[in-house]
């Protein structure tokens, strides 16, 4: 390299150390605010991580300075919000007011959320290992659009996680990893702060070498990045070969504690350790105390050469990486190395004396160049602007919209009568979409963790293929071999497969879910899976909620129901979640018919401003279809219910059931009729919806907000009498429908499943567990007498 060069670039170094350094303390200063000079109104702690910023700020300058191209996305590591937030700040992305009111509403949240920070968020983190695994599987959204050129080639990003060294621990991460490995997932960087601490103390050592040796298993490069260049200066100098040792072989406790005690100590432990290592003891005494302490601690991910030439190397490749960043959780802050300093906060003399050491100005805490030369300042405000990641590109683009299919389309599929179950009718509706030929058809992507055939997706994948990026015919096929499912792997495929993992069928879920505003490209992404199994992956679930992705969920077949299938499938609580879960509309429907309109109703959900995810709790229990007359079921079923059978003004008594125990309700319905006819009988397709909009309408009458009085179950159960009483009956827990009594202050008896099930058919299963018409018949006589 030419003199010049090699100047200016340590010049930028030099500039770029300056500039971390401002990162850190506007980190440190941001939590420090937020927890010693705002005015609590509540006494309680606000929090923050200024150890697991400052173990961070290194790393995050070389990315975010350099490294990082507007195209990559990146899901920092949570407890790093500060740090991030102030890289924002910087780059004129996030204002001062939300630095300052980090933690409280409306400012900087405490972990970067894409949903409630104003700044340039591109995946929610919180809840460890989950942004891990979501980096992979935007990466394989990139490929699936870039396989239909909808991203360019040169458009496609690098998906990068910023993790702390615990989040190891998540096994989430690991199912994350299998799948990416079968679906060859590429640009993808998982770049671990590797402090050896957690939460509550140092991290054992025993699983040192293992994880590069986990990586290195399912094809991913692992690039250690332990030592700096200092170190490696120094450890090729006589004596530093048994330092380097020192270090390599010293428990990590050990290592922590010396680190925090600082020069003296390490220059009293090294000497004792290496005592008859002559030129090492001359190494350890040409350093003074304080650089003893920084060249023993400034490991690799504290130094941005070391850090940027990994980056710029690993640049030239889309193989997906974990890099090893060694650090010390807290560098450089009074509990460097400290076990218990995950939540350490700094004193007021201590934040004044890391502000003094630094140069920041007293009273000009909140702007990062305080105390800098103008010559300084100007190459600083340089170095920003030139970063790659601050150009001026719109990083939320909006994609365009697409005509979605009309109710009345679907419906078709699912025409006749007879007798059907609300799967074979989701199944029928898919097949259908999957012989469109519009552009909704084609964005139409499912997804399932091992049970695409056995919920009824097998004909939409049979005509529209599996997604993979290297093509596989399917060999039954091929050899002739008869086979109810074609299992052809295209990268035009429709259908993502999923090994059994409910957690990467959430993540996938959120990552299909997000390519409007991450790629511009509106996907309608359709997951399966069976019922109980969605608490398998809750947080996952959760997670992809809290972004504001959207998708339908199919979960089938659910609740007693599945009889045969045994108690440990059959799923209780999952209405009950289902309405608990912001962000997600849930649905049992009955009918065939309900379940098309609400297909098509999602479909228009995932894509509405406004809208959201569905939840649709189906069933394989065949029933018999009802007889429409009217329309009024349709915008009942959107709503959340609708009477199946009217009741007549003045009603004492009214049955309330969802989803597969209609011919319950409906037998017992009938039986009341002969002594009772003014009886009647309501279809809730939506304990959820009706929930929301009767919680919703209550407050919009306190708050004096919004025109409406009445919701729409107010409205339902106004023909009733005031002293009217109400069976409800639901497979699942009672509690979603029992909620129905306080609406208009009517006696409720709640039918539903509260113990776990066991193997039988519906006849043992339903008198066994109350849900039959007799049931139905006692909770009735119970009421009106
Ligand atoms: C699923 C989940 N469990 C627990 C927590 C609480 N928690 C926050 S950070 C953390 C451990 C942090 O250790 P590490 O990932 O090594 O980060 P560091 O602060 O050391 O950089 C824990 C347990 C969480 N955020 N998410
Ligand atoms: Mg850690």
């Not at 054992?204 to 994880?211: G, I, N, P, S």
């Not at 909006?398 to 005509?403: K, R, S």
Request: glycine share 8%; proline share 4%; with cysteine.
């Amino acid at each position: 390299m030419a003199d010049g060069s090699l100047t200016a670039k340590r010049q930028e170094i030099a500039l770029l150390r300056r500039l971390e350094e401002r990162i850190l303390w506007l980190a440190s200063w941001t939590i420090h605010n937020a927890n010693h000079l705002r005015e609590s109104r509540d006494g309680l702690k606000v929090g923050g991580h200024q150890a697991s910023c400052a173990s961070m700020t290194t790393l995050m300058t070389a990315l975010y300075m350099k490294a990082l191209r507007p195209k990559d996305r990146v899901a920092v590591k949570p407890h790093a919000s500060p740090v991030f937030h102030a890289i924002q700040h910087l780059f004129g992305r996030q204002s001062l007011e939300n630095l300052q009111k980090f933690r409280s509403m409306g400012g900087a949240q405490s972990y970067p959320s894409r949903t409630k920070d104003v700044d340039d968020v591109d995946f929610s983190t919180g809840s460890v290992g989950l942004g891990v695994a979501m980096t992979a599987f935007a990466s394989l959204a990139q490929d699936y659009l870039a396989a239909r050129g909808a991203v360019k080639p040169e458009a496609m990003g690098r998906m990068i996680s910023l993790l702390g060294d615990a989040e190891l621990d998540e096994g989430n991460i690991y199912e994350a990893l299998i799948e990416a490995c079968k679906h060859d997932v590429r640009n993808t960087w998982w770049i671990v702060d590797y402090n050896r601490q957690s939460l509550d103390a140092t991290t054992q050592d025993r699983m040192f070498t293992r994880y590069g040796e986990i990586f290195e298993a399912a094809g991913w490069k692992v690039e250690t990045l332990k030592w700096s260049k200092r170190q490696r200066e120094a450890f090729a100098r006589p004596g530093g070969e048994a330092l380097k040792t020192w270090i390599e072989t010293a428990p990590n406790d050990l290592y922590a504690a010396l680190s925090y005690q600082g020069g003296a100590a390490w220059r009293e432990r090294l000497a004792a350790d290496l005592a008859d290592d002559a030129a090492a003891l001359k190494l350890i005494a040409s350093y003074k105390d304080g650089d003893l302490a920084e060249l023993m601690t400034e490991l690799g991910g504290h130094c941005l050469e070391t850090l940027l030439e990994a980056f710029e190397n690993a640049g030239h490749d889309d193989a997906p990486r974990f890099f090893i960043a060694y650090t010390v959780k807290g560098l450089r802050l009074p509990f460097q190395g400290h076990k218990d300093n995950h939540s350490g906060l700094m004193t007021p003399t201590q934040i004044a004396e890391l502000r003094d050491r630094l140069g920041v100005v007293e009273g000009e805490e909140w702007d990062p160049l305080s105390g800098l030369s103008a010559a300084e300042r100007t190459a600083l405000k340089g170095l920003i602007a030139r970063a790659p990641f601050a150009a001026d590109v719109d990083r939320r683009p909006v994609a365009p919209t697409i005509a979605t299919p009309k109710a009345d389309e679907l419906l078709e599929a699912v025409a006749g009568g007879g007798e059907q179950s609300t799967q074979a009718a989701f199944g029928k509706v898919m097949f259908e979409i999957a012989r469109r030929t519009d552009e909704f058809a084609g964005r139409v992507v499912t997804t399932s963790p091992d049970v695409t055939v056995s919920t009824n997706l097998g004909g939409f994948v049979n005509r529209r293929g599996v997604f993979h990026r290297r093509a596989h015919e399917d060999v039954f096929k091929r050899r002739r071999i008869p086979s109810a499912q074609v299992w052809s792997m295209v990268e035009t495929g429709q259908h993502v497969e999923l090994g059994i993992a409910e957690n990467n069928l959430f993540i996938v879920l959120a990552a299909l879910g997000l390519t409007a505003p991450l790629f511009g490209e509106r996907l309608f992404p359709v997951g399966t899976l069976y019922d109980p199994f969605i608490a398998r992956g809750l947080d996952a679930l959760n997670y992809a909620c809290y972004q504001d992705a959207r998708f339908l969920l199919v979960a089938t077949p659910s609740g007693l129901t599945l009889a045969p299938e045994g108690g440990a499938h059959q799923s209780i609580n999952a209405p009950v979640i289902g309405m608990a879960q912001p962000g997600l509309d849930t649905y049992e429907p009955a009918f065939a018919d309900e379940t098309a309109v609400l297909m098509a109703h999602a479909f228009d959900r995932i894509q509405n401003p406004d809208g959201c995810s569905t939840y649709l709790r189906l069933s394989t229990r065949v029933i018999a279809q009802p007889e429409r007359d009217g329309d009024a079921w349709r915008q009942g079923t959107i709503d959340g219910a609708y009477w199946l059978k009217a009741p007549a003004p003045g009603a004492k008594l009214a049955v309330v059931y969802s989803g597969a125990l209609a011919p319950e309700a409906l037998a017992a319905f009938e039986a009341l009729t002969e002594d009772m006819p003014e009886v009647g009988l309501l279809a809730v397709t939506s304990a959820d919806v009706l929930h929301r909009d009767w919680t919703a309408s209550g407050r919009s009458r306190w708050t004096g907000e919004g025109a409406r009085v009445s919701s729409t179950i107010e409205t339902l159960l106004s023909p009733l009498d005031r002293d009217a009483g109400l069976v409800t009956l639901t497979d699942g827990a009672p509690l979603a429908l029992s909620w129905l009594g306080s609406v208009r202050g009517q006696r409720v008896r709640a039918l539903g499943l509260e113990v776990f099930g066991q193997s039988g058919d519906l006849p043992d299963l339903y008198g066994e567990y109350r849900l039959d018409a007799d049931a139905v018949l006692d909770a009735c006589a119970d009421l009106l007498a």
